[in-house]
C-alpha cells in the first residue's frame, strides 16, 4: 500500500475545477478547457527510477513507455531545459508528453504525473502544460540517528518521504555523543563500545530524569550501501555528517586516547552539550581520516558534513598540548584552534575530491578555503558565509527545525521547545534581503531538521514532519507564496486525505486552535481563536469544564474582565477536532498597559511583542511556547506605565530557565518605580540564587508606594560559562509576565 502511493498526491474533488492540489505548486501550469483524458494505467505502474531513467537517457533520445492504450507516455531529453527542469503536456489524441534536461527532471515529471493519478479510483487526467523546474539545488531534510535509532525500514521510508516532495537531499546525522551508528571497520570497538549506552533521558531535559534501560543500534556497512541505492534510485543525494570536533563522547568512550584527558568516558544519556571533545593531536587526525576514507567509500555525495557545532573550549584551554599547538601555529586563540582543526580535516576530504559542510560555527576563527555553511543559529552566518563567496544552506531553527512544537504545546506530544508552525515554515525566505544579486547566488538551498531527543518513536517521527514537509518542499521548489498561506492550506487539507490513506501519523495542528490577547482600553483583554478553514465552529466555556457541542459559540472576539480561564475547542459535526485549548488570565495592576522595552526582544522569539509582559497569561515552563519574550546576550529593561499614579506594594516577574537550550535565569532582578517617568529610585532587588529557589517565578515585595511608571530590569547571565550546553556563547533570558500589585 505505501509503495503504491508514496509518491502519489491526492488532487481536489472538484476535478480540476479550480487550481489542481499539486505540492509542491508547478512553476507554470496551464489547464486546456474542461477536457480529459482517459487514464489506461494503474499509478503504481508509473514507478521508475533514476538509475533506469539515466540509462535510457544515455542511449536515447526518446523513451517510450507503454502502458495501455491511450497510456503511451512519451519522455524526450531537451537541452533547451535547465537541470532538474521538465514540460509535462497532457493533449488529446496524443500521448503524454514529457521533455526534460536530464534523468531527475524526468523523475519529477513523472512524479506530477503520478500525483494527477492519484486517487485509487482516478479514470482522468485533466488536459493541460506545465513547465516546471525547482528554485534551489539543495532541497533537504535531516535525521538525527545519534539520539534515537532508526532501522533501515524506516530510513527508507523517511527517504520516500523526501521523494514524494521533490526533494533530493538526505541529510543523514550518524554520530554524537549520544551514540556512534555507523561501522567503522578499521575501528570495531566505534561500534562495540560507541554505540550503546546505560539508559536514556525520561521526559524533558529541564526534569533531569533518566532511565536504566540499556539503548543502542548502529547500521553495517552493508546497510548504509543498500540504502544509498536506494535513495539514488530516487533521485536522493546522501550527506552523511560525522561530528568532530565536538560532540564526540561516543567516540572517546571507544577509544579514551583521542581526549584531552585519560578519562574514562562513557557513551552520554543526557542531552547537550559536553566538555570532552576530539584533542587535536596527529592520532587524532589519522583516526579521523581513515574514518572518512570509510565514509567516503560509502557515500558518492560531493559534499561530507563535519558538523564543527557546539564546541567547547574547556579542555583545550587546560591541555598541554593544545596549548603548544597555538603558540606553534601562531594561532590567537581556542576559536583559530578549531578553525585550525576544521582546515586540516578539509584539506584531507579535498584531497579526496570532496568537499565539506559545516553547521555554521565554523565560520569562528575563519573558514576553510572550500567549506559550505549550513546556517542554523539564524541567518545571519549564511549572510556572512555568502559573503565570503561560500556556498551556504539555509536551515534556522526558528523556522526549519521540526522538533520544536507545531501547535499549542498543551496539546502536542512532547518536544524540544519553542514554535516551528506550517506558516512559518512556509513564510520563510532561504535568500535574505541583505544580500546582493550577486551574493545570493551563494544559496544552495534550503533544509529542516529533525533532532530527536524527545523522538523515540516512528509514529512521534511521522508527526513532527508531517505536513510541514509539505510547507518546506514548496519553499525549496521555489513557488512558497506567503501571502496565500490559506490557498496552500486548501492544498494541504486535501493533501492530508491521502496522508489518511497512507496510515501517516500527522499533526493535525493547523486545525487547532491558536489563542492571541491583545490590549482593549485600559485594564482589560481582547482574547480571539484562530484556526485553519472557513467559519469554523468554535465553542467556550470561562467556568472550568470541558467545551461541549451544546457549549456557547465563540463569537470571534470576547473581552476578559479580570482573573479567569477560558476554554476552547473546535467542533465539525457535533464531533470535537483536536485537544481543547486552554487560556488561563492573571490579572494585575500593569495588566493591558502600556511597556516600552530598552532592548527589542529577539526576532526569533518575539512573542506577542512588548504586551507579552503584561497580557495576564504565564508561559509554560516545560513546553515553553510562544508566550515568552527572548533576549541573547542583552539584559531585559521594561518600563510599565499604569497610566495615574497608584499605591503599589509588590512586583510578580517570571522567567524560564532550560540550560540544554542556552536559557538562564537571571543574574539579578531589580525594581525602580517613577512617578513621571524620568527619574526613577530603587525600592527591591533579588538575586540568581532567590529566583532559583521559586523555579522563575518570583514575587517581590517591598514597602507601600505611590508609583505610575515600574520598571524592571533583569540582568542577563551575558555569556554561559563553562561546563555547560553551548559554554561561552551568549546565554538567553526568557521572560513572559510581569504583575504589579
Known amino acids: 500500500m505505501i509503495r503504491k502511493f508514496l509518491l502519489l498526491l491526492l488532487i481536489s474533488n472538484s476535478c480540476f475545477a479550480q487550481e489542481l492540489a499539486l505540492v509542491p505548486k508547478p512553476q507554470h501550469l496551464r489547464l486546456l478547457g474542461n477536457g480529459e483524458k482517459k487514464v489506461a494505467f494503474d499509478s503504481k505502474d508509473l514507478f521508475s527510477d533514476l538509475d533506469g531513467l539515466q540509462a535510457f537517457f544515455n542511449n536515447k533520445s526518446v523513451v517510450i513507455y507503454s502502458l495501455g492504450n491511450p497510456g ?18 497532457i493533449l488529446p489524441d496524443l500521448p503524454i508528453q514529457i521533455e526534460a534536461s536530464d534523468a531527475s527532471g524526468a523523475l519529477y515529471a513523472l512524479q506530477t504525473l503520478f500525483q494527477l493519478s492519484a486517487t485509487e479510483n482516478a479514470k482522468t487526467i485533466p488536459h ?41 537531499t538526505f541529510h543523514w546525522h550518524l554520530t554524537d555523543d549520544q551514540g556512534w551508528r555507523i561501522e567503522i571497520k578499521k575501528y570495531p570497538k ?32 552493508e546497510q548504509i550501501k543498500e540504502v544509498v541505492a536506494y535513495a539514488r534510485k530516487r533521485g536522493i543525494t ?63 555525495s560531493e559534499y561530507i558534513h563535519i558538523g564543527g557545532d557546539e564546541c ?180 494541504l487539507a486535501t493533501h492530508m486525505e491521502l496522508l489518511d490513506k497512507l496510515k501517516i501519523n500527522y499533526s493535525r495542528a493547523m486545525f487547532g486552535l491558536s489563542a492571541k490577547a491583545s490590549a482593549f482600553g485600559r485594564d482589560k483583554i481582547v482574547l480571539e481563536f484562530t484556526t485553519a478553514g472557513k467559519n469554523p465552529e468554535i465553542r467556550y466555556t470561562t467556568d472550568g469544564s470541558e467545551p461541549q457541542p451544546d457549549s456557547p459559540l465563540f463569537p470571534g472576539k470576547i473581552v476578559i474582565p479580570g482573573s479567569e480561564t477560558v476554554k476552547a475547542a473546535r467542533f465539525e459535526n457535533g464531533v470535537k477536532i483536536g485537544g481543547t485549548t486552554q487560556q488561563e488570565f492573571t490579572f494585575s495592576k500593569a495588566t493591558g498597559h502600556k511597556v516600552e522595552l530598552a532592548e527589542a526582544p529577539s526576532k526569533h522569539y518575539p512573542g506577542d511583542g512588548n504586551f507579552t509582559l503584561v497580557n495576564g497569561i504565564f508561559g509554560d515552563k516545560v513546553k515553553f511556547g510562544r508566550d515568552w519574550l527572548g533576549f541573547s546576550g542583552v539584559d531585559l529593561d521594561a518600563v510599565i506605565d499604569l497610566a495615574d499614579v497608584r499605591k503599589i506594594q509588590s512586583v510578580t516577574a517570571s522567567f524560564l530557565q532550560s540550560k540544554g537550550s542556552w536559557i538562564y535565569f537571571p543574574s539579578q532582578v531589580r525594581i525602580l518605580i517613577s ?50 550546553p553551548g559554554a ?12 504589579v500589585n
Open 72 to 89: 503511451a507516455i512519451e519522455i524526450r531529453k531537451s537541452d533547451k531545459l535547465k537541470k532538474e527542469a521538465y514540460d509535462l503536456k
Open 128 to 168: 493541460l502544460e506545465i513547465s516546471d523546474e525547482p528554485k534551489f539545488a539543495w532541497r533537504g531534510m535531516h535525521l538525527d540517528c545519534s539520539r534515537h535509532f532508526w532501522d533501515v525500514n524506516f530510513v527508507k521510508k523517511y527517504i520516500d518521504f523526501l521523494a514524494m516532495y521533490k526533494m533530493n
Open 190 to 221: 566505534l561500534t562495540q563500545i560507541g554505540s550503546k549506552r546505560r539508559g536514556t533521558m525520561a521526559g524533558h531535559y529541564n526534569e533531569q530524569r533518566w532511565d536504566d534501560i540499556p539503548y543502542g543500534g548502529f547500521y553495517t556497512q
Open 238 to 300: 546522501i550527506v552523511p555528517e560525522i561530528e568532530m570536533p565536538g560532540h564526540a563522547v561516543a567516540a572517546l568512550a571507544a577509544y579514551p586516547e583521542l581526549a584531552c584527558t585519560s578519562g574514562p568516558f562513557e557513551v552520554e544519556r543526557t542531552w547537550g552539550v559536553f566538555d570532552d571533545v576530539f584533542c587535536p593531536k596527529e592520532y587524532t587526525f589519522e583516526f579521523l581520516e581513515n574514518v572518512l576514507v570509510e565514509v567516503m567509500a560509502l557515500f558518492p
Open 312 to 491: 567547547p573550549k574547556t579542555r583545550w584551554k587546560t591541555c598541554n598540548h593544545c596549548q603548544s599547538l597555538i603558540k606553534q601555529k601562531g594561532l590567537k586563540d581556542e576559536h583559530e584552534l578549531q578553525s585550525y582543526f576544521v582546515q586540516r580535516i578539509e584539506k584531507f576530504v579535498n584531497s579526496k575530491g570532496r568537499k565539506i559542510i559545516g553547521w555554521d560555527e565554523i565560520l569562528e576563527g575563519g573558514l576553510a578555503p572550500n567549506a559550505a555553511v549550513m546556517s542554523w543559529r539564524g541567518i545571519e552566518g549564511g549572510i556572512a558565509a555568502a559573503r565570503q563567496k561560500h556556498n551556504v544552506v539555509m536551515t534556522p531553527e526558528s523556522n526549519l527545525y521540526f522538533d520544536r512544537y507545531q501547535g499549542d504545546p498543551r496539546n502536542e506530544p512532547l518536544g524540544f521547545g519553542g514554535n516551528v508552525t506550517i506558516d512559518k515554515v512556509y513564510g520563510f525566505n532561504p535568500v535574505p534581503e541583505a544580500l546582493s544579486e550577486a551574493e545570493a547566488r551563494y544559496i544552495l538551498g534550503v533544509q529542516a531538521n529533525l533532532w530527536t531527543e524527545y523522538i523515540a518513536t516512528e509514529r512521534h517521527a511521522e508527526y513532527m514532519v508531517f505536513p510541514r514537509i509539505a510547507a518546506l518542499s514548496e519553499v525549496a521548489w521555489g513557488t512558497a507564496q506567503p501571502q496565500q498561506f490559506a490557498q496552500f492550506q486548501k492544498r
Open 675 to 724: 512617578k513621571d517617568g524620568q527619574e526613577f529610585k530603587q525600592v527591591a532587588t533579588v538575586s540568581a540564587s532567590d529566583i532559583e529557589k521559586v523555579k522563575g517565578t518570583i514575587d517581590i515585595a517591598f514597602k507601600s508606594q505611590k508609583a505610575r511608571f515600574v520598571k524592571v530590569i533583569a540582568k542577563n547571565t551575558i555569556k554561559i560559562p563553562d561546563g555547560n
Open 728 to 739: 561561552g556563547n551568549a546565554a538567553w533570558l526568557f521572560a513572559d509576565e510581569i504583575l
